[in-house]
């Protein structure tokens, strides 16, 4: 499947395409699901929810250019899939993700740590980021919202990137560089993500 990928020259990155072919996408599907886990599309994981289809993780890495020891903000953990191939890109302990569902964060959470990942999972609203942790070099949301978060963009060290679906049913991907009288912003084309949670929605 990543060589088709590779090969339909949607995903360029060295890199990125390594990380694809070392995460086991089967781990991170419902055992029911498991004999889709290498097609390539969103498949269900409970909850309404859905893991992200391996091109458009891959072109997330891609836009997001993302090197080994960058430390990532993820906003929607999911099944952890996406934060897993982060993380074979930025390496142990640089990837921390923001899930707002609890039985999500704790499966995923569990799950990653089961694969050997250290890839840090909190409980809570993306829309307020992760402080904590920040400044972060890259952050990226996997549900859609309405608006760039605010706290987002806060935490990103100057010259860092967010890369979001932003919109509600007309969703686009939104590249934001945060320079140092405000932010680069750039879209590129339409995509389908689920909505985000929380914040004043
Ligand atoms: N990256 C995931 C895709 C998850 S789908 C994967 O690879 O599987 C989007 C996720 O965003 C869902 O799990 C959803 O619960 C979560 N989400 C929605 N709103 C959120 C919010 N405000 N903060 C954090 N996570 C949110």
């Given at each position: 499947?990543?060589?088709?990928?590779?090969?339909?020259?949607?995903?360029?990155?060295?890199?990125?395409?390594?990380?694809?072919?070392?995460?086991?996408?089967?781990?991170?599907?419902?055992?029911?699901?498991?004999?889709?886990?290498?097609?390539?599309?969103?498949?269900?994981?409970?909850?309404?929810?859905t893991i992200s289809a391996?091109?458009?993780?891959?072109?997330?890495?891609?836009?997001?250019?993302?090197?080994?020891?960058?430390?990532?903000?993820?906003?929607?953990?999911?099944?952890?899939y996406h934060a897993a191939?982060?993380?074979?890109?930025?390496?142990?302990?640089?990837?921390?993700?923001?899930?707002?569902?609890?039985s999500l964060a704790e499966?995923?959470?569990?799950?990653?740590?089961?694969?050997?990942?250290?890839?840090?999972?909190?409980?809570?609203?993306?829309?307020?980021?992760?402080?904590?942790?920040?400044?972060?070099?890259?952050?990226?949301?996997?549900?859609?919202?309405?608006?760039?978060?605010?706290?987002?963009?806060?935490?990103?060290?100057?010259?860092?990137?967010?890369?979001?679906?932003?919109?509600?049913?007309?969703?686009?991907?939104?590249?934001?560089?945060?320079?140092?009288?405000?932010?680069?912003?750039?879209?590129?084309?339409?995509?389908?993500?689920?909505?985000?949670?929380?914040?004043?929605?």
């Amino acid at each position: 499947m990543v060589e088709t990928l590779a090969e339909s020259g949607r995903i360029e990155r060295e890199s990125t395409i390594e990380a694809l072919k070392a995460v086991p996408r089967h781990e991170f599907v419902p055992p029911e699901r498991r004999g889709s886990a290498y097609a390539d599309r969103p498949l269900p994981i409970g909850n309404d929810q859905t893991i992200s289809a391996p091109h458009m993780v891959g072109i997330m890495c891609d836009r997001l250019a993302l090197s080994e020891g960058e430390a990532v903000l993820e906003v929607g953990t999911g099944c952890g899939y996406h934060a897993a191939v982060t993380a074979e890109i930025v390496g142990d302990g640089n990837v921390y993700t923001v899930e707002y569902v609890e039985s999500l964060a704790e499966d995923a959470r569990k799950r990653l740590d089961d694969l050997g990942y250290d890839v840090q999972v909190r409980v809570g609203d993306g829309h307020d980021g992760w402080p904590e942790y920040a400044p972060y070099d890259a952050a990226y949301l996997t549900c859609a919202a309405r608006e760039l978060p605010e706290a987002v963009l806060e935490q990103l060290r100057e010259g860092g990137r967010l890369l979001a679906p932003v919109g509600e049913r007309r969703q686009r991907l939104v590249r934001a560089v945060k320079c140092e009288d405000g932010i680069d912003r750039e879209e590129f084309g339409g995509v389908r993500f689920v909505p985000m949670q929380g914040g004043d929605s």
